[in-house]
C-alpha cells in the first residue's frame, strides 16, 4: 500500500514516513502543497495523510486539486489546531470525524485509519 | 462626631466624595460636584433673580406711589384748614370794622353800647372775649369782658404802637395781663377832628384748637400754628409746648407761601413736614405727619409680600437642592453602573484574549509535540528493529532533535507566560516595539497560514517610555485581531511608530481588509455596537480599547475606506505616568 504524507513540519513527515516503512508500508512524503500535488502527478497513492495548517496552501485546498488530478484516492487530516471551524470544514471534506485526526497522533491508531479508509 | 457633620453624614450624596475629576482616566463621564454645583447655581440664578427683581421694583413702585400719595393729602389738608384759619380771621376783621363803621365813639363808648356789640359778636360770628376802647394815649377808657382790664395803660405795648402806625393789628398768641394764652385783633378809628381811638378784641383759641384737634383725630399727623420766629401758637402733642419754640431739628425758614417736603424729628424719624403762611396774620399752619404712620398700611401690604417672597425663595432651594442632587445621584450611579459593567466587560475581553491566545498556542505546541511523539516512536522500532549499528549512528540524532523540539515548546509557553504576567496592570517603562513584537509573535503562525504579509515600521527616535504594559498589550491584541478578521488570506497589516510631537508617541496600525462603512465609522467605539454579532462578536473589542487608550491618557481615532482598508491611529503620551500619579494622589484624598 503506498501512502504519501503532507507536511510542513519536514521532521514530523520523515520520521512518520520512516516508522511506516518499518511496518511495510511505502510512505511517500511532502513538506508543502505544492510538493505533494507535484507528486501525485507521477504517482498514484492508496491514501493521502494530510495536515490542514500550512503555509500558502491549506491542507483542505490541496485535497481540493488532488480530487481533480488524480480522482479516487482516499484522504485523513491531520492537525494541530482544534478549532471548531477547522474540525467541521475538515470531517465534512472527508465524509465523517472518524479522519480527522489531532496531533500528536498515536502510529497504531493512524495506520488503523489507514486501513479502515483503504478498506483492507 | 458632630451634629452639623452627622447631618452631612447622612445627607451627604454618594457623588460627593467623588471630588475634581480624574485627569486621564476618561472613565468618568462627568465631574458630578461640579456638575452639581453648576445646575444648582443656574436653576436658583434663573429662578431667583427674576424673582429678586421683581420683589425690589415692586417695593420701588409701591413706595414711591405711596410716599406721592401721602405729598398729596399732606397737601390738601394744609391747603384746606389754611382756608379755614385764614377765614376764621377775616370773618372776625371784617366784623369788627362793620362795628367800628355802623356806630360813632359815643354809641360805643357807653357802657351799654360797647357790651351789647360784645352779645352780637358773640351770639352772630362768635369766638369774642372782650371788647375794648383806647384813646390815643394807650389808656384802656372802656372794656366790656370777664376781666378787670379797665384804666390799666397800654401805651407801652407793642401791638399798640403798631396799630397806631399800621392801623390794624393781628396778635400772636399770647398770655398778657389776663395770663392765659389768646390773641387780639384791634382796629383804629379816625376821627374828623384828626383825633383816633381803637376798638380791640380778643379772641380765644378754642376755636384754633378745636379746628386743629379734628386734624388729629383723622389719624394723619399733627395740625397746629406758629409764628413767623417758630413759636408755638396752639397745642401740639410732639412739637413743643404752646409759646415755646417748635421742636425741630431744624426750622423751615418760611420763604414760600407753601411747601410739603420730608424731614426728621429729634429722635430721627422720618417727617413729612408742610406749611402754609397764612395771609394777612402772623401766622404759619403746620402739618407734620411721621411717615411710619402714614406708610403703616403700606408697610403692612410690604410685610406679607416680602413674607411671600421669603417662603417662596425658601421653598424654591429646597426644591432646586432636592431635584437637583436626585438627580445628579441618579446620574453618578448610572454612571457607575456602567463604569462597573465596562470593568467586567475588561475582564471578560481580558479572559477572551487570553483564551483565543491559549487556543492559538495549543495548536503550535501540538505540532513540537507530535515531533518528539514521533521521535520517541522512531527510537522504540529502532529499539525493538534495527541493529546495533542504526542505532549507535540514529539515536543522538533523534535525541538531538526531540530537544530541539522541546525546546520549541518551552519558547511558546514562555512567551505565553510572559503575556500573562504583563495583563497585570502595572506602570513600567516600555519599549513600544517590544510590545508590538510580542502581540504579533502570537499572530506569527496564522499569518503564515493566510499568506499574510506583517509588516513593522518603529523609528528609532521613540524612545523608551513609561506606561502600562499589559493595557498597551490588549490594545494591540485587539487590534491586530481586528487587523486579522479584516483581511483576507494574502492581506497586509502594517504597524508604525513615531513621534507626533515632543510629548507623545503616535501608533498606527493598518490593514488593507474590507472597511468600516462611513455610517459604522462614528459609533465603533461604543459599546455594544458590533458589526458581527451573529459570530461571536460581543461588541465590546473596541469600546474596551478605547477605555484602555484612555485609562494610559491617550487617544484612539480610526479612518477607513470600505473596500481600501483601515487605519487605528493611537496617540500616547509620554508622561502619561506623571498624570498616572495625579490621579493615585486624588483618589487617595478622597478615601
Given at each position: 500500500m503506498r501512502i504519501l504524507l503532507v507536511d510542513d513540519e519536514y521532521e514530523l513527515v520523515t520520521t512518520l514516513a520512516e516508522r511506516m516503512e518499518l511496518r511495510g508500508l511505502e510512505a511517500d512524503w511532502a513538506t508543502s502543497g505544492d510538493d505533494a500535488l507535484a507528486r501525485i502527478t507521477t504517482t498514484s497513492y492508496d491514501v493521502v495523510v494530510i495536515d490542514i495548517?500550512?503555509?500558502?496552501?491549506s491542507g483542505i485546498e490541496v485535497k481540493r486539486r488532488m480530487e481533480k488530478i488524480r480522482p479516487g484516492m482516499k484522504y485523513i487530516f491531520m492537525t494541530g489546531h482544534g478549532s471548531e471551524g477547522d474540525f467541521q470544514e475538515g470531517s465534512t471534506e472527508v465524509g465523517g470525524e472518524r479522519y480527522y485526526l489531532l496531533k500528536p497522533v498515536a502510529i497504531e491508531s493512524l495506520l488503523e485509519k489507514i486501513n479502515e479508509v483503504s478498506g483492507h | 462626631m458632630s451634629i452639623t457633620e452627622a447631618i452631612m453624614a447622612k445627607f451627604?450624596?454618594?457623588?460627593?466624595?467623588?471630588?475634581?475629576g480624574e485627569p486621564?482616566?476618561?472613565?468618568?463621564?462627568?465631574n458630578f460636584r461640579r456638575t452639581w454645583e453648576q445646575a444648582i447655581l443656574l436653576m436658583l440664578g434663573v429662578s431667583l433673580v427674576p424673582l429678586l427683581a421683581l420683589a425690589h421694583l415692586d417695593f420701588q413702585v409701591t413706595r414711591n406711589h405711596a410716599e406721592n400719595e401721602m405729598a398729596l393729602r399732606t397737601g390738601r389738608l394744609l391747603n384746606d384748614n389754611m382756608r379755614a384759619v385764614s377765614f376764621f380771621l377775616q370773618e372776625r376783621r371784617a366784623a369788627l370794622q362793620f362795628v367800628i363803621q355802623t356806630h360813632t365813639l359815643a354809641e360805643l363808648a357807653d357802657e351799654r353800647g360797647l357790651a351789647l356789640n360784645l352779645e352780637g359778636l358773640r351770639s352772630s360770628v362768635g369766638g369774642f372775649v372782650d371788647l375794648g376802647l383806647f384813646d390815643g394815649s394807650g389808656r384802656h377808657f372802656r372794656y366790656s369782658g370777664p376781666?378787670?382790664?379797665?384804666?390799666?395803660?397800654?401805651?407801652?405795648e407793642s401791638w399798640f404802637q403798631e396799630v397806631v402806625t399800621a392801623g390794624v393789628h393781628i396778635s400772636d398768641f399770647y398770655r398778657g395781663f389776663r395770663d392765659d394764652p389768646h390773641l387780639v385783633i384791634a382796629l383804629r378809628r379816625d376821627m374828623d377832628d384828626g383825633s383816633f381811638y381803637i376798638l380791640r378784641a380778643t379772641l380765644s383759641t378754642e376755636w384754633f384748637n378745636a379746628q386743629l384737634a379734628q386734624f388729629k383725630r383723622s389719624g394723619y399727623g399733627e395740625a397746629f400754628l406758629v409764628n413767623r420766629q417758630g413759636i408755638v401758637q396752639t397745642p401740639t402733642m410732639n412739637y413743643?409746648?404752646?409759646?415755646?419754640?417748635?421742636?425741630?431739628?431744624e426750622l423751615p425758614s418760611f420763604t414760600e407761601e407753601f411747601r410739603v417736603f420730608p424731614g426728621v424729628d429729634e429722635d430721627g424719624r422720618e417727617l413729612i413736614i408742610g406749611y402754609a403762611v397764612i395771609p394777612d396774620a402772623p401766622f404759619i399752619l403746620m402739618v407734620i405727619q411721621r411717615k411710619s404712620e402714614v406708610l403703616r398700611s403700606w408697610v403692612q401690604t410690604r410685610l406679607v409680600i416680602t413674607a411671600f417672597v421669603a417662603v417662596s425663595i425658601i421653598l424654591i432651594i429646597l426644591v432646586i437642592l432636592g431635584v437637583t442632587t436626585r438627580l445628579v445621584n441618579k446620574l453618578y450611579q448610572a454612571d457607575h453602573e456602567r463604569i462597573k459593567a465596562m470593568q467586567e466587560a475588561e475582564q471578560v475581553g481580558k479572559l477572551a484574549s487570553v483564551g483565543r491566545l491559549a487556543a492559538g498556542v495549543a495548536h503550535e505546541i501540538n505540532n513540537p509535540l507530535a515531533i518528539i511523539n514521533e521521535k520517541a516512536g522512531l527510537m522504540r522500532d529502532l529499539l525493538v528493529h534495527g541493529n546495533q549499528e542504526t542505532r549507535l549512528v540514529r539515536m543522538p540524532v533523534l535525541l538531538d532533535a526531540i530537544r530541539e523540539a522541546v525546546e520549541r515548546c518551552a519558547v511558546i509557553t514562555r512567551r505565553l507566560l510572559g503575556f500573562a504576567r504583563h495583563l497585570e496592570s502595572r506602570w513600567q517603562e516600555v519599549r513600544i516595539q517590544d510590545v508590538i513584537e510580542e502581540v504579533l509573535a502570537f499572530h506569527g503562525k496564522e499569518a503564515e497560514y493566510r499568506n499574510i504579509n506583517l509588516c513593522v515600521d518603529v523609528a528609532p527616535e521613540v524612545p523608551v517610555f513609561v506606561s502600562d504594559r499589559g493595557k498597551l498589550q490588549q490594545i494591540f491584541l485587539n487590534l491586530v485581531s481586528n487587523a486579522f478578521a479584516a483581511i483576507g488570506d494574502g492581506g497586509h497589516i502594517y504597524i508604525t511608530g513615531t513621534m507626533k510631537n515632543e510629548a507623545q508617541v503616535l501608533v498606527t496600525v493598518t490593514d488593507d481588509g474590507t472597511g468600516i462603512p462611513a455610517v459604522d465609522l462614528k459609533r465603533?467605539?461604543?459599546?455594544?455596537?458590533?458589526?458581527?454579532t451573529q459570530r461571536g462578536g460581543t461588541g465590546l473589542g473596541l469600546s474596551i480599547t478605547y477605555g484602555l487608550v484612555r485609562e494610559l491618557g491617550g487617544n484612539i481615532q480610526v479612518e477607513s475606506a470600505v473596500g481600501v482598508g483601515t487605519r487605528f491611529f493611537v496617540t500616547l503620551p509620554l508622561n502619561a505616568a506623571k498624570l498616572q500619579d495625579g490621579r493615585e494622589e486624588n483618589a487617595n484624598s478622597v478615601g
Open positions: 495548517k500550512m503555509p500558502k496552501i | 451627604k450624596p454618594e457623588f460627593w466624595a467623588t471630588g475634581g486621564g482616566s476618561g472613565r468618568r463621564v462627568l376781666y378787670s382790664l379797665q384804666d390799666l395803660d397800654y401805651a407801652a413743643g409746648e404752646v409759646l415755646q419754640r417748635v421742636r425741630l431739628p465603533i467605539f461604543e459599546p455594544f455596537f458590533s458589526t458581527r
